[in-house]
């Protein structure tokens, strides 16, 4: 079995700051990528951030600039540091990890979502 887990989410104001971090853990052999996912009511789910290895990095054109991805691999933990937030920012934000198990089953898991709300 694979565990996805993120934490840091709740309430900031806008302009503030915030940093959601998510582990992956289990029976794990190799964690290929990781990303942040993010899903506001009545949106499709989105992708925010997304790290291969250790500088191979991508984000959105909302969140560039603002938002910084990093992972430490031996913990298959990556971190997502979201500065100068925006109302437009609010939703559930979610971990996804593609990786290959024990068993060698290459799959997509991922965590249960954190909620984070920007506002006044």
């Known amino acids: 079995q694979v565990h996805v887990v993120e934490y840091g989410g709740g309430l900031v104001q806008p302009g503030g700051s915030l940093r959601l971090s998510c582990a992956a853990s289990?029976?794990?052999?190799?964690?290929?990528?990781m990303a942040w996912y993010r899903q506001a009511p009545g949106k499709q789910r989105e992708l925010v951030a997304y790290?291969?290895?250790?500088?191979?990095?991508k984000y959105s054109d909302s969140v560039k600039g603002r938002f910084t991805i990093s992972r430490v691999n031996a913990k298959n933990t990556v971190l997502l540091h979201m500065n100068s937030l925006k109302p437009e920012d609010t939703a559930v934000y979610y971990c996804?990890?593609?990786?290959?198990?024990?068993?060698?089953?290459?799959?997509?898991?991922w965590g249960q979502g954190t909620l984070v709300t920007v506002s006044s």
């Open positions: 289990g029976d794990i052999l190799r964690v290929h990528s």
């Open positions: 790290i291969m290895g250790d500088v191979n990095t």
């Open positions: 996804n990890a593609r990786l290959t198990t024990t068993g060698l089953s290459t799959l997509d898991a």
